[in-house]
């Protein structure tokens, strides 16, 4: 198992932008696929963005494509979640998590794929 911790969320007027940053600890990740989920109250969590062992292959959904940009760094054991032009239906607990497997495919969107989840860190847009 690995230990993730999110940090870096925040209370940001709609247009804004935020950082939120995943510092692994315990077990390396660097072989392994990593990715952001979110859930806002009283919603399924979804699927974010993940990126890939190597950090060269980037995967989104469809409504943060262009606005999110995920990014690794496995010297630091750090995965990072830039999000520009933020929208209050991104407000959401966002959750950064590991994808079980080495050298798995980027195009994992699906929760069970995931091994090791952190608490997760509060987003929150105004409009």
């Known amino acids: 198992q690995v230990q993730l911790v999110e940090s870096g969320g925040g209370l940001v007027q709609a247009g804004g932008s935020l950082r939120l940053s995943c510092a692994a600890s315990?077990?390396?990740?660097?072989?392994?696929?990593m990715g952001w989920f979110r859930q806002a109250p009283g919603k399924e969590r979804e699927f974010v963005s993940a990126i890939s062992w190597s950090g060269s292959s980037t995967y989104y959904a469809d409504d943060v494509e262009g606005r999110f940009t995920i990014s690794r760094d496995d010297a630091k054991n750090t995965v990072y979640l830039q999000m520009n032009n933020l929208k209050p239906e991104d407000t959401a607990v966002y959750y950064c998590a590991r994808r079980s497997g080495f050298r798995r495919s980027t195009k994992s969107k699906t929760i069970s794929e995931y091994d090791s989840w952190g608490q997760g860190t509060q987003v929150t847009v105004s409009s």
């Open positions: 315990g077990r390396t990740f660097s072989s392994h696929v």
